[in-house]
């Protein structure tokens, strides 16, 4: 990746071309694209708007095909730059037209990885290419801690690392080299963090060592070995992040809404089948041969109550969910099934169909790109007459 000479003044723009990884990163479950992934103390896409300020552009242009809606809300969250910067939606990646965010500015280049695990080595590498920039300065280690931190007076901090907001390490723990500690992340006593990366709201147990590899809350990334361990016990590495119990008053109002009115519609009871025993151990209505918006009544009902949410994948069984691939098992089992799916507005209204835990993985992984299309069927659902 090459880098332009310093000017005072540019009266041209810098476009810069995010890449399109959204297959390579389905594994991790992170919900934004690449570029907002952070490296160090902030975003990808915020390093090349420092380097967009040191050389003296006035004008950014960031083309986007991957999740615009949130490359465009993290462009508007830029105030701290003095530059006109544009979020353009494209329908390909066209590394032709600008820089391929591939890695950070003036920076060696990384090769571009060929599947997940090559991206989360990228990951890792762009960290340390990160921290040695910081090391190669007047490295200041007290900016290298975040706010509100607890760091253990017998804890060893060796340089270089970055430890972010509201993060706890215990006595005796071990922060570095090359380490990177997430907001909220908790490293217990003993334990040993080199060469890895805790992402937000990460909880690392007491007497471990984690090198070359990342946490995301309970699931383990091997980088090394490549191997993935997912639903590790929760006093060795866990999530610190405080989980809804029960979907927002609003969507529940909503819900509830939609039950009143498609109701009315409805002169008798609804014939139902046995229930649905969910993996989480929770059993939902099942459903009788009748219209497709009649169907989704006790679901509707269910989420108003709020034990489902209005917009979700599917209630599925334990043996539907284990005729998944394993990563898709891994993302869906502790997601809280809806009343409408996004599967439905794709014609697949049953776990059974071959399709139906693809759109289902996308939902969970994307709520915000599915949310419309799920409220657009919602709406003309009465139209709808399903099996009969």
């Known amino acids: 990746m090459s880098s ?20 390579l990163e389905l594994p991790l479950q992170l919900p934004n694209p690449f570029v907002l992934w952070p490296v160090g103390d902030q975003p990808l896409l915020y390093h090349w708007f420092d380097y967009a300020q040191d050389q003296g552009y006035e004008k950014v242009q960031v083309r986007t095909t991957d999740r615009p809606d949130r ?41 571009a990885p060929a599947n997940g695990w090559d991206l989360l080595s990228h ?89 070359n590899a990342i946490l995301n809350g309970g699931v383990l990334y091997n980088c090394k070995h490549r191997a993935r361990v997912n639903r590790i016990d929760s006093f060795l590495a866990d999530s610190t992040r405080l989980k809804a119990k029960k979907p927002p008053l609003g969507e529940r109002l909503l819900a509830l809404y939609w039950w009143l009115r498609l109701r009315l519609k409805l002169a008798f009871g609804l014939p139902t089948q046995p229930g649905i025993p ?28 709020g034990r ?44 059974d169909d071959p399709m139906e835990g693809l759109h289902a993985v996308y939902q969970v992984t994307h709520p915000e790109r599915t949310r419309p299309q799920c409220a657009f069927f919602l709406k003309n ?7 009969l």
């Open 123 to 211: 990951w890792l590498e762009m960290d340390k290419q990160w921290l040695k920039q910081q090391a190669g300065s007047q490295y200041n280690e007290a900016l290298s801690i975040g706010r509100l931190c607890n760091i253990h007076p017998e804890a060893n901090l060796v340089p270089p690392y970055f430890i972010g907001d509201q993060v706890s390490v215990g006595p005796g723990a071990t922060i570095g080299p090359n380490a990177v500690l997430g907001t909220n992340s908790l490293v217990a006593e003993g334990s040993i963090v080199r060469n890895a990366r805790l992402i937000d709201h990460s909880f690392l147990g007491a007497e471990l060592t984690l090198e």
């Open 278 to 305: 969910s993996p989480s151990g929770t059993t939902y209505p099942g459903l009788g041969r009748c219209p497709l918006w009649a169907q989704r009544l006790p679901w509707l009902w269910e989420a108003a109550r």
């Open 4 to 23: 332009l000479p310093p000017q005072n003044h540019r009266s041209d723009t810098l476009i810069l071309v995010c890449p399109d990884w959204l297959e």
């Open 308 to 351: 489902m949410q209005l917009y979700g994948p599917l209630p599925r069984s334990r043996e539907q969910l284990e005729n998944l691939p394993a990563d898709w098992q891994d993302i869906l089992r502790e997601a809280m099934p809806g009343a409408i799916a996004y599967s439905d507005c794709m014609d697949c209204h049953s776990p």
């Open 381 to 387: 659902l009465t139209q709808m007459k399903g099996p």
């Open 71 to 111: 490359v465009r809300r993290a462009v508007n969250r830029a105030t701290l730059w003095p530059l006109q910067i544009e979020c353009v939606t494209t329908s390909r990646v066209d590394a032709d037209r600008g820089l391929c965010i591939h890695g950070l500015p003036e920076c060696p280049p990384l090769t």
